[in-house]
Nanobody, 127 residues
Framework: QVQLVESGGGLVQAGGSLRLSCAVS????????MAWFRQAPGKEREFVAA????????QYADSVKGRFTISGDNAENTIYLQMNSLKPEDTAVYYC????????????????????WGQGTQVTVSS
């Protein structure tokens, strides 16, 4: 089972950018479908973006489509989430997650389908 450690969160003004990183250890992420989720205070954890096993397929929540980009670097064994044009409603704790996948391009967008989670990183967007 791999371990995930997120970094890159912080405080940014609306319209700004941040890049989150998810460092994977204990094995290559290439055997996993990886995703980012977020959870704001008082709200349920929600899907943000996913990259399928093999890295050829990505999927985004409607709320972030066109502003966020998920990518993976096999050499660094790291998943990234580039966040542009940030809005106050993007404020949340962001979690990296993964699930073992057999079939290439598998994506899991439901939190309960992911069996490995990082500790989360706080993103705060001020208006």
């Amino acid at each position: 089972q791999v371990q995930l450690v997120e970094s890159g969160g912080g405080l940014v003004q609306a319209g700004g950018s941040l890049r989150l990183s998810c460092a994977v250890s204990g094995g290559p992420f290439s055997g996993y479908a990886m995703a980012w989720f977020r959870q704001a205070p008082g709200k349920e954890r929600e899907f943000v973006a996913a990259i399928g096993k093999g890295g050829d397929r990505t999927q985004y929540a409607d709320s972030v489509k066109g502003r966020f980009t998920i990518s993976g670097d096999n050499a660094e064994n790291t998943i990234y989430l580039q966040m542009n044009s940030l809005k106050p409603e993007d404020t949340a704790v962001y979690y990296c997650a993964g699930a073992r996948a057999i079939i290439r391009n598998t994506i899991f967008t439901r939190p309960e389908r992911n069996d490995v989670w990082g500790q989360g990183t706080q993103v705060t967007v001020s208006s």
